[in-house]
């Protein structure tokens, strides 16, 4: 890289590079202003949007990116979380290799013809579910994490102005699943406001429950250095993110804030080996049905590519699901900062991840070849897809939370649609954000 100034004393030329990394920060910062634009203009009531509270809570979303990815202490602290989850998925892999033995991740009693033909997804990645499952269970049995959580809301409660109990449940979904972290305020839910019920379901959608976040890393991890470190800050960042778009979307039209305290999850374990039991039961089930939703959404493209791929074709190529998909999340893609060449391949994960899943999106993300996407875009989509906002999960939130407050099934089922459109651009915003802070 030349001198900032010349030999002669005259300003160098900016190399062209440098230029062009300048630029795609600002298209982000664009992005960030677009997105919450579209935002307000899905607004119920774009009058009562508080401007006060939306700047507020941008700045404490920005605020709170900046210390998590550029303060150095921060940036080792999130570096031993990555050591801890790589220490995580060998202990895993231990496992499995016993009980599977070379299908598991064991050695190998040939050699594989293919490269890569030996990685099993369902035996070598998939079981470390059951592993997070017990560990999440243990960590609130010996009450590590709740003090955590607590402080998260009493954060999320002065610094953006929400209830005791939306604050708690938006802080609870850092580690927990749509589900799980609503039972946090479960004797609250039928006292919030439409605006808190929203936000609770927002905060659902924008997050990723901590028992599949060491999977995701885990898939990521050979594409994006310090993944796994990444995936925890996108789960902080989604809260103060969630609550910015959800208070905009669906404005509190109300002086009424719903306190709560932190209460213990409704699982109540009694021992250590109580909470390993009920922990691996619990992800039991969890990895059954990531497993068959797997089995049964892949099955679902393929017919669904097979009826499009009767369609002439177009530009000398079958129309497919996620070729449609690209076109159509391309331009949100660009947005977030992505160079247009890419947008299209971007906006093909998106869209996977809205139809389908995230797990999906990122087991495709893993499958793309380095020229795919630059490092900067491959990162910017891992923070944009960092999130339960698809058709699948929706089922899953509308009858866990109408389990939890019968009385409100009805607003439940009609703010569903809204909740996977205000996570999605949650995500979005997220990754408008950290392509702002982050140099090509």
Known sequence: MRNSIAPCGTPAIIPRRVFGGVMLQLQSAFGVVALLAITWALSENRRAVSLRQAAIGLAVTIVTALVLLKVPLVATAFGAINDAVGTIGAATRAGTAFVFGYVGGGTLPFDPKVPGSDFILAFQALPIVLVMSVLTTLLFYWRVLPPVVRGMA?????TLGVGGAVGLSTAANIFLGMVEAPLFIRPYLAQLSRSELFLVMTGGMAGIA???????????????????????IASVLGAPAAILVSLIMLPETSDKRTGGSLDDPE??????????????????????????????????????????????????????????????????????????????????????????????????????????????????????????????????????????????????????????????????????????????
């Not at 009493?154 to 002065?158: G, P, Q, T």
């Not at 028992?211 to 995936?231: G, N, S």
């Open 210 to 232: 901590g028992t599949v976040l060491v999977l995701y890393a885990t898939l990521l991890a050979p594409l994006i250095p310090d993944a796994a470190a990444h995936f925890v």
């Open 154 to 158: 009493w954060l999320l409660e002065r």
């Open 267 to 440: 699982v109540q374990v009694s021992s250590t080996m109580d909470a390993i039991v009920k922990g691996t039961t619990a992800g039991l089930e969890l990895l059954f049905n990531i497993v068959a939703l797997l089995l049964v959404l892949v099955a679902l493209v393929y017919l669904v590519n097979a009826m499009l791929g009767l369609l002439p074709e177009i530009g000398g190529a079958k129309i497919s699901l996620q070729r449609l998909l690209g076109y159509l999340m391309a331009p949100v893609c660009w947005l977030m900062g992505l160079p247009w060449p890419q947008a299209v391949t971007a906006g093909s994960l998106m869209g996977t991840k809205t139809v389908l899943n995230e797990l999906i999106a990122y087991v495709e993300l893993s499958k793309l070849g380095l020229d795919a996407l630059d490092p900067r875009s491959r990162l910017i989509m891992l923070y944009a897809m960092c999130g339960f906002a698809n058709f699948a999960s929706l089922g899953i939130m509308i009858g866990g939370l109408g389990i939890m407050a019968p009385e409100r099934r009805d607003e439940i089922n009609a703010l569903g649609l809204k909740s996977i459109v205000s996570g999605t651009l949650t995500t979005c915003l997220m990754g408008a954000i950290v392509g702002m802070l982050t140099q090509p």
